[in-house]
């Protein structure tokens, strides 16, 4: 087992399994940072392509989409790693199982329920 620190808010995350990022998570690299003529222009890009990638924990990845909603709305509903849990762990969050006639997987998204303004599981096409 080893450890992947979230570059932002820095705590720890125990990592194992085909890919080591931290669950949930976001890994971003520097080859997505920039190009000739944007935000980094001046960074000379060998300086930019060997810094570290960053990872992102799951709290701080809810802190960038919030803010961001743009960047939410690209990632897409639904889009982090599936659940287990009986509520959403958040806004993003979907899960699978057995549909009742135990043959189609029934897809559910997390969504906010207006009337108890909680976050609930609705089926992705209901
Ligand atoms: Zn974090
Ligand atoms: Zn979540």
């Known amino acids: 087992m080893m450890k992947i620190q979230c570059g932002e808010c820095g ?26 003529g944007g935000f980094t222009d001046n960074n000379p890009w060998e300086e930019v392509r060997d810094r570290e990638e960053i990872n992102l924990c799951h709290d701080c990845c809810l802190r960038l989409m919030r803010a961001f909603p743009s960047i939410a709305r690209a990632m897409g509903e639904g889009g982090h790693h599936p ?15 057995e549909a009742p ?22 089926p992705l096409n209901g």
């Open 11 to 36: 705590r720890s995350f125990d990592v194992d399994g085909e890919h080591s990022l931290i669950d949930k998570g976001l890994y971003l690299t520097p080859r997505m940072w920039g190009y000739y």
């Open 83 to 97: 659940c287990s849990t009986d509520e959403p762990c958040c806004e993003f969050a979907w899960r699978c199982g």
């Open 101 to 122: 006639d135990g043959k189609d997987i029934n897809v559910e998204i997390a969504a906010l329920d207006k009337e108890s303004n909680k976050i609930k599981w609705v």
